[in-house]
């Protein structure tokens, strides 16, 4: 989105199919300004962006113009609400259905009076039925149709026709009929409306992260304030199982810290002063002290946030035909029904079967179904990949990860850990390894590089002198002064230009290079100079890296690596992972070049890194998946986000993807196949209206039921 772009996120109030999320779509695009306008059926919300132009208020006016409200979000009152409505409507229709029953069941004439079953049918049909002759007058204003007037227009008839028959024939009316199909068809949307409460559980659990207060110190003083008041800077205390209130750094204590709902990790992360912590984790054992660095919207778990609920109410490439047979649903069903009408008629059926043969057509038609079989599943899908750790920008990228055939990876920090370590120690006659570790570690004390951390971690449990006048040379190494002695440690060209040859150590130099290994030459340059010892450093594969590898394989995914390194440790770490292929020695242009050649070759290529240097690739690649551990920039252009460091995610997103596309085509092919047979059974007279209702109800029932099974997915 470009700075000079607004936008707007509203919900939606009266929808009732996919057909009421098409009409408000076409109005809003059609405003001044506007340049996208989305609207998903199952999270009620509509979704549009444009100029500075558009605004809130103009966006709500053409929503209402079009017959709709804006709401908040529907909270339990409003079900419990449904719910009543729902009791006094069965109250009121169980004693015109029950003789119907006792009728086919077991003969006899059970009818009670027809001024009875005018006086029980009336407050149900006008009463429990007003939203669907609301719906169907906004439809008509909007010279468009919807589920609402397919009901309100069969639900008259039937009512109609009982009527007339009041007076001619008693004995067969259908106020029942018209009944059931009302209270049947309200019982679904109750259902649905439940159901899809479910869907947004994920999205509630992370917002009921936030603790409602935050222990902060200022001017010395500890005190309790309301989370809104935490200000960037504030020092916090957080106790023992309490929730941490917004992203920080350790200033005192060490614990473990449970980020389980944000990262997905199950186990505890240590932390101790200078670590990070996340707002919303829980923190465990001991208290902590942190300074806050970022609130509200800035911290990670608003951030989080903000992209789960973009993904949710994004529509997914595949809901196009959903949307286009939707557009046309309504009109069609209406020309069935008046088809089987006339059919009827011209057979000699007379009007009272042709009418209720149109009255079930009418009914068993069902847009709703096709209307949610998309969103339902992306938005399950999403807050199931959310609560393990893999955060999907939007719904195109979901459905993009299940068509991957190629999964390229970077290798630093991405397959390894993005540490280096001491990997190599090679000493000159004289020297012990420890001895060499204890003074190299000197000369790096005060150095902030990470080659410096990891000779001071090599030296753990060592005692090391204390180096004096120490200076860095750029690009080339560090020296330093130890009791008298001077050292110096760094490249082989650093050591040539104070006249001490690296030949000596050339031998096992090529051997740690070419094993991967970056080398550094420790020396004495005064008062004696001469090779002392040389290091490899090496970075270290992750644990979960080459079961990663195995489980693509066993998706059908090829992989392949893409690194800086000379060939000979790429091939190393290649043989050891698995990888179908390496290319090494490449520079971050290559990475992009290679990816927009396999590409070219057919594979659809989803591109795993973590870096600056990764971002042009991940833009490249079909689908881009950031570790969240790394930059920024490289977490902007993926399309998932993993929020933990682990390569073990990358199959688990392409699985969850693959199952939530699978999920999408069943809710399809359901909706598509309960129409298509449901339609000309009812045209032929084989479902009575009161059959082809409670159909209808249930399969939008049945939509987000099979949605809500992504909830139980695991990874195998």
Request: hydrophobic share 50%; aromatic share 4%.
């Amino acid at each position: 989105m470009t700075a000079s772009t607004t936008e707007y996120r509203l919900g939606i109030s009266g929808m009732t199919c996919a057909a009421c999320a098409t009409r408000i779509e076409k109005v809003l695009r059609r405003l001044p300004g506007v340049t996208t306008a989305d609207v998903n059926l199952a999270s009620e919300e509509a979704v549009v962006t444009g100029s500075d132009a558009v605004t809130r208020t103009a966006i709500q006016q053409a929503v209402e113009k079009a017959g709709y409200g804006i709401r908040a979000e529907a909270g339990k009152q409003e079900v419990d609400r449904e719910a009543w409505w729902l009791l006094l409507g069965a109250a009121l229709t169980l004693p015109l259905l029950v003789p119907m029953v006792l009728e086919v069941t077991m003969g006899g004439m059970w009818m009670i009076d027809p001024r009875l079953q005018l006086a029980l049918a009336l407050p149900v049909q006008f009463g429990l039925g007003l939203p669907f002759y609301i719906g169907a007058w906004r439809a008509l204003r909007g010279f468009s149709g919807n589920m609402d007037l397919l009901v309100a227009i069969g639900t008259s008839a039937a009512f109609g026709l009982s009527l007339f028959m009041m007076w001619s024939n008693p004995h067969h009316l259908y106020f029942e009929s018209a009944a059931v199909i009302i209270v049947l068809v309200r019982l679904g949307k109750w259902l649905e409306k439940r159901a899809k409460k479910r869907t947004l559980s994920a999205l509630s659990a992370l917002n009921a992260l936030w603790p409602a207060k935050a222990r902060v110190r200022r001017d010395g003083m500890e005190s309790e304030i309301p989370l809104q008041q935490l200000t960037a800077g504030d020092v916090v205390i957080v106790r023992a199982g309490e929730r941490i209130p917004a992203d920080g750094k350790i200033l005192v204590g060490e614990s473990e810290i449970d980020e389980a709902l944000i990262t997905g990790e199950s186990r505890p992360r240590p932390v101790s002063i200078g670590d990070k912590a996340i707002g919303g984790s829980v923190n465990g054992m001991g208290a902590l002290e942190i300074a806050i660095s970022a609130v509200g919207a800035e911290t990670m778990l608003a951030r989080i946030i903000r992209m789960v609920t973009a993904a949710q109410g994004a529509k997914a490439p595949i809901q196009r035909l959903a949307d286009q047979v939707s557009a046309v649903f309504v009109p069609v069903v209406l020309a069935i029904a008046a088809i089987t009408l006339a059919g009827w008629l011209l057979a000699g059926a007379g009007i009272e079967a042709a009418l209720i043969n149109a009255v079930a057509v009418l009914v068993i038609a069902c847009p709703c179904a096709l209307g949610l079989a998309t969103p339902a599943a992306i938005m399950v899908g999403v807050g199931t990949g959310a609560r393990r750790g893999i955060l999907i920008r939007d719904a195109a990228a979901l459905e993009t990860a299940g068509d991957i055939t190629l999964v390229a990876f970077d290798k630093t920090g991405t397959l390894t850990e993005g540490k280096p370590r001491v990997s190599h120690v090679r000493t000159m006659p004289g020297w012990s390894e420890r001895d060499v570790i204890a003074i190299a570690a000197a000369l790096q004390a005060g150095s902030t590089h990470a080659l410096a951390d990891a000779l001071r971690q090599a030296a753990t449990g060592i005692d090391l002198p204390t180096a004096r006048e120490a200076w860095v040379i750029a690009g080339r190494g560090v020296a330093a002064e130890i009791s008298g002695t001077r050292f110096i440690l760094g490249t082989p060209k650093m050591i040539e230009e104070h006249g001490i040859p690296s030949a000596p150590l050339a031998e096992p130099a090529a051997q740690f290079a070419a094993e991967g290994a970056s080398v550094s030459y420790l020396a004495e340059i005064a008062p004696q100079p001469r090779l002392l010892a040389i290091f490899g450093f090496a970075d270290r594969l992750k644990e979960s890296a080459a079961p990663a590898i195995k489980a693509l394989h066993g998706l059908g995914i090829r992989s392949v690596m893409l690194t800086g390194d000379n060939k000979g440790a790429a091939t190393k770490i290649g043989a050891e992972l698995g990888l179908d292929d390496i290319r090494a020695e490449l520079l971050p242009d290559d990475k992009t070049r290679i990816v927009d050649e396999l590409q070219a070759g057919g594979a659809k290529i989803a591109m795993v890194g973590d870096g600056v240097n990764d971002a042009p690739a991940l833009a490249a690649a079909d689908l881009g998946l950031a570790m969240a551990t790394g930059t920024d920039v490289a977490i902007e252009t993926a399309g998932i986000a993993l929020m933990r460091g682990d390569p073990g995610l990358v199959p688990q997103a392409i699985a969850l993807a693959r199952a939530t596309k699978r999920k999408i085509k069943e809710n399809l092919a359901w909706a598509f196949v309960f129409n298509l047979l449901g339609i000309p059974l009812a045209a032929l007279g084989y479902l009575s209206p009161i059959i082809a209702g409670g159909a209808m109800a249930l399969s939008s029932v049945a939509v987000i039921t099979n949605a809500l099974t992504l909830n139980r997915w695991r990874f195998r």
